[in-house]
């Protein structure tokens, strides 16, 4: 089993910044992907960005604002977010992809969640 824990999140004026961090703990795995998504009220959630095997990508709406970076030693990924938006607003959730040592197939995995919330 892999635990993944968010922090950064809080309340915002637009234009400002924010900085989410997720930390997957565990034992007997490996991370192929990690990233985030968000979901905001009575909307689907939705990719925001996503690190794989040094590559990146971004949801068309924060290209630019926001930059992914992962710690591969200490199994962390960070989002950076600057000049948020209203439209910004959501739960955003930590997602890791993994393999397991001892069994077979890709696992995925979801933090708590941690609310950004962009004032007008």
């Known amino acids: 089993q892999v635990q993944l824990v968010e922090s950064g999140g809080g309340l915002v004026q637009a234009g400002g910044s924010l900085t989410l961090s997720c930390a997957a703990s565990g034992s007997g795995f490996r991370i192929n992907a990690m990233g985030w998504y968000r979901q905001a009220p009575e909307k689907q959630r939705e990719l925001v960005a996503v690190t794989s095997g040094g590559s990146t990508n971004y949801a068309g709406s924060v290209k630019g604002r926001c930059t992914i970076s992962r710690d591969n030693a200490k199994n962390t990924v960070s989002l950076q977010m600057n000049s948020l938006k209203p439209e910004d607003t959501a739960v955003y959730y930590c997602?890791?992809?993994?393999?397991?040592?001892?069994?077979?197939?890709?696992?995925?995995?979801w933090g708590q969640g941690t609310q950004v919330t962009v004032a007008s």
């Open positions: 997602n890791a992809v993994v393999v397991h040592i001892f069994k077979s197939g890709t696992y995925t995995y």
